[in-house]
């Protein structure tokens, strides 16, 4: 005991008198300045405090060196201790086999505050083998009932999810039997951290009970723990499991936040913000109202703003839009001094702000001013993410930026000298999007690659690796090539590869690089650029009978080759001689896109056998997409809606005749839509997509549909609350539709319907102009192309 008490006290002056980023070395010396005379629990009580030196480190070197990251620094601090004598005599005194017994004569307080201080340092150490020895003893100590609630509370916050069910019926049976004793808040918010792993704990549901009977008199801080805590309808994958209870709690802490006005520090605001699923919700209009009165917002704040916005369903507010602003703004004033790491994070995030040209064009001018000896891969990182979001193409503005950002890259003669063979396969598609070709970098990219590839491959023949290197090599060299940067050794390593390829690589990946081929210069395209093309065209031709409707069409458009849209037309048009109906939503979807672009393809084509081909198979595939449409199986009317508007649009342009049966299952797959939207318990449909099926039922229709059909659409119409504002042609000919009901009774009819105001008054809106009256005419006969009718009102796709 003499021992413990003599360590205990020197331990404690350290932690009172030591520096911070010194604490842990001054722990592990003191601990072995100890020698043998340490027991399993002096070791155990080092550990705990090297968590708190671990804390007190990170937070003095952010002081100091404020570029390195969290993770960063947890690493340089476990090298440093893991690394020393003391570490390894502190494990060897608490877990050797012969100290193991020791471990089961520790006190319950000391071993759970342990094995939660170990389960946090095991993030960067290895202790697993530590920790289960651990759980052992605690384990016994659990079984024998000699653990205070405390303590079971301290091992239930860190436990292994899988342990936490035979945990939670002894800790639920410790809170209902000491109800009459207070619990601290923290040791509650702890043990409902779990909340996430295990939404129907019983020890859980007994705190927030606790809680719930003390929710008014709790600060802005704690409510805010809770709703961070205990709101699983956004975090958790279970959101089904989560109790009536919890939510409760939850929107009640919610409600007070925002009735007694509480002000949340940045840290809460942050956590929160992050937390929302609706821009609906009040609580969301209360964070942003704060995040707006927020000053000096750090960069990664900045980001995880945008990064909502981005994420959250609908479109922004008035207030949205300066809460972006602001997170714009304050960013760009990060971006006037950024060192390195900033760029890298900001350039990862540029998805969510590459709309915004002012934070765009910050950041390039910030990496154009960097040191181009120093930093290579930064300047690697934008001009990579730049092509991955078409920055180009949002704001050709920045292209000359990004030209200057090239010459940097050229000018540097190690900026591919560390790159592996996926970065350089990226930073080849990056010159071709960012439309920046790169002659330097892809000469010595070339060069790099060929060393590599040849390196790895006489060390190596594992099958994964094959198909990985296969796969990089063919993308690496079509890219060049499109650009006129690939040199000759590379291209005639992958005509000799050709076999390998045919066997590894993805028949997507193939039928991308013959699209991407298709663009190289003309001046590239030598003998072996030739025969490489022949010979992936034919590999792709042999492969599409094993492909899914949906990677066929994906590689239609991909290789943009008509020879190959007639061969992925014909091979869907023999797979529909076996089937008559499709009831997957996917296939269905599929086939709709497939026939969108077939008539596109149609359209575009020269008359000769590729367009007859074409010909012969629309009719079969439309005659499908009839067929099933009453098949396919969906639970959400949204959905289907959808469906039904992008199927009426290809059978309003098709050449062929719409028969009755094809009125009959267009007719059925409306009553079933407008069943569904009154009996589901959802959102109706958008008015835009109401507007468009009816204006869609009233071409198919010539203008004068059955009155059920028309009851159908005033159905939908009602309910979507129908706007006429920007969608005037179409309710126009809606309107003239029901001007060419002769009977007054189906006109009593329609204006009794529960939707009939709304409708009614957007009609009254939807006037034509007058240039515009002489389109509206329904003089279609059976089988008459509409797509003359359809390009007036500019619903047609034109480009193939």
């Known amino acids: 005991m003499t021992s413990t008490t003599s360590l205990s006290t020197r331990i404690a002056g350290v932690m009172r008198s030591a520096k911070p980023f010194q604490q842990h070395r001054q722990l592990l010396e003191t601990f072995v300045e100890h020698g043998e005379k340490a027991s399993a629990q002096d070791a155990l009580h080092v550990m705990i405090n090297l968590r708190q030196a671990r804390e007190n480190y990170m937070q003095e070197r952010r002081k100091t060196n404020p570029g390195l990251g969290p993770q960063a620094l947890r690493n340089q601090w476990s090298s440093e201790v893991t690394a020393s004598e003391g570490w390894a005599q502190v494990t060897k005194t608490a877990f050797a086999p012969e100290k193991k017994r020791q471990l089961h004569e520790v006190d319950g307080t000391t071993i759970s505050k342990a094995y939660n201080a170990l389960s946090n340092l095991s993030k960067e150490v290895e202790l697993s083998e530590e920790l289960d020895d651990l759980w052992k003893a605690i384990h016994s100590k659990i079984v024998n009932k000699e653990l205070t609630r405390q303590a079971l509370m301290g091992i239930w916050a860190v ?217 290579p891969q930064a300047l690697w990182s934008i001009f990579k993410h730049a092509s991955l979001v078409d920055l180009v193409e949002k704001h050709p503005p920045l292209h000359d930026r990004l030209k200057v950002l090239g010459r940097c890259l050229e000018e540097n003669k190690s900026a591919v000298s560390r790159l592996t063979l996926t970065e350089m396969k990226d930073m080849a598609i990056a010159m071709r999007r960012n439309n920046v070709p790169l002659p330097v970098c892809g000469e010595n990219m070339c060069g790099r690659f060929l060393e590599i590839y040849n390196g790895i491959k006489e060390g190596t023949e594992e099958e994964a690796w094959q198909k990985e290197a296969q796969t990089l090599l063919l993308q690496f060299w079509a890219n060049l090539e499109a650009q006129g940067l690939a040199t000759e050794p590379l291209a005639k390593l992958v005509e000799s590869s050709l076999a390998t390829i045919a066997e590894k690589v993805q028949i997507e990946v193939i039928a991308e690089s013959i699209g991407d081929l298709a663009a190289a210069k003309e001046s590239s395209n030598t003998e072996t650029v030739q025969k490489i093309q022949k010979e992936l065209a034919g590999i792709l031709e042999k492969k599409l009978p094993d492909l899914s409707q949906e990677l066929l069409l994906k590689a239609a458009k991909d290789a943009g080759q008509d020879s190959i849209r007639a061969a992925v037309t014909q091979e869907v048009k023999r797979r529909m001689t076996r089937i008559s109906v499709l009831r997957n939503p996917r296939d269905y979807d599929a086939l709709t896109d497939l026939v969108e672009n077939i008539q596109m393809w149609e359209r575009s084509a020269e008359e000769g056998e590729t367009k007859e081909v074409y010909k012969q198979a629309l009719p079969k595939l439309e005659g499908v997409l009839l067929s099933s449409l009453d098949r396919v199986k969906s639970e959400d009317a949204q959905a289907s809606a959808e469906r039904l508007r992008k199927v009426l649009g290809r059978l309003l342009v098709s050449k062929s005749p719409l028969e009755e049966e094809g009125l009959v299952a267009l007719k059925g797959a409306l009553v079933r839509l407008a069943k569904h939207c009154q009996t589901a318990k959802e959102r109706p449909l958008a008015s835009e997509l109401a507007t468009d099926l009816a204006f869609a039922y009233a071409l198919v229709y010539r203008g004068q549909p059955p009155l059920d059909v028309l009851v159908c659409l005033y159905s939908l119409l009602g309910a979507a609350e129908a706007e006429a504002a920007g969608r005037v042609s179409e309710m126009g000919v809606v309107r003239r539709m029901l001007q060419n009901l002769h009977s007054k009774t189906a006109k009593a009819a329609l204006a009794m319907l529960p939707g009939a105001p709304s409708v009614e008054a957007a009609l009254r809106r939807g006037v034509f102009p007058k240039d515009r009256a002489q389109n509206v005419h329904f003089e279609l006969t059976k089988g008459e192309d509409g797509s003359k009718l359809l390009k007036q009102f500019g619903l047609l796709p034109t480009k193939a």
Do not use: W
């Open 159 to 375: 436990a292994p999810a899988e342990k936490l069910p035979g945990l939670d019926r002894i800790l639920a049976g410790r809170l209902r039997e000491n109800k009459q004793d207070r619990l601290y808040l923290p040791s509650m918010f702890s043990l409902i951290s779990r909340a996430n792993a295990m939404p129907n704990s019983a020890a859980i549901l007994e705190v927030a009970g606790i809680l719930e009977s003390r929710v008014e008199d709790l600060n802005a801080e704690d409510l805010a723990a809770i709703v961070a805590h205990l709101d699983l309808r956004v975090t958790s994958d279970k959101k089904e499991e989560v109790p009536a209870k919890i939510v409760d709690l939850v929107e009640k802490a919610k409600a007070l936040i925002i009735e007694k006005d509480m002000p949340l520090s940045g840290q809460d605001l942050f956590r929160l913000f992050g937390m929302v699923d609706s821009r609906e919700s009040p609580f969301f209009a209360y964070i942003s109202k704060q995040l707006l009165a927020q000053q000096d917002l750090q960069a990664q704040q900045c980001l995880e703003i945008m990064k909502l916005l981005d994420r959250l369903p609908g479109e922004g507010s008035s207030q949205d839009y300066k809460l972006f602003k602001k997170a714009a703004t304050s960013l760009q004033f990060r971006l006037r001094d950024a060192r390195p790491e900033l760029l890298y994070l900001v350039a990862r995030h540029l998805p969510i702000f590459a709309h915004d040209l002012g934070t765009c064009q910050a950041l390039l001018n910030v990496a154009n001013r960097q040191r181009k000896d120093l930093f």
